[in-house]
Nanobody, 123 residues
């Protein structure tokens, strides 16, 4: 099990950028693949991006491809989500999550979750 804490959310204008961080506790962080999900009001939680345990492989939802970048620093037990060219439709609570298998896009495939961080993009 790994404990996850997100940070870096906030209010930004359309076209702006934010960088989310997810700090993990536990010495086995580097053995987990990680993912970012988001949930807008009244909508289901949806997949955003995933990264393999080594950071060598990444996968993105079509809606964020080319605008968002997921990365990780295993020495710091942290995974990041760089979000550029933000749009109002990116407004949501963003969650990081841990899983044993890279590339999974469903919420049930992830074992551990953070509490989320709010991202609001104004038009």
């Amino acid at each position: 099990q790994v404990q996850l804490v997100e940070s870096g959310g906030g209010l930004v204008q359309a076209g702006g950028s934010l960088r989310l961080s997810c700090a993990a506790s536990g010495r086995t962080f580097s053995s987990y693949a990680m993912g970012w999900f988001r949930q807008a009001p009244g909508k289901e939680r949806e997949f955003v991006a995933a990264i393999s345990w080594s950071g060598g492989s990444t996968h993105y939802a079509d809606s964020v491809k080319g605008r968002f970048t997921i990365s990780r620093d295993n020495a710091k037990n942290t995974v990041y989500l760089q979000m550029n060219s933000l749009k109002p439709e990116d407004t949501a609570v963003y969650y990081c999550a841990a899983t044993q298998v890279f590339g999974l896009v469903t919420t049930v495939a992830y074992d551990d979750w953070g509490q989320g961080t709010q991202v609001t993009v104004s038009s």
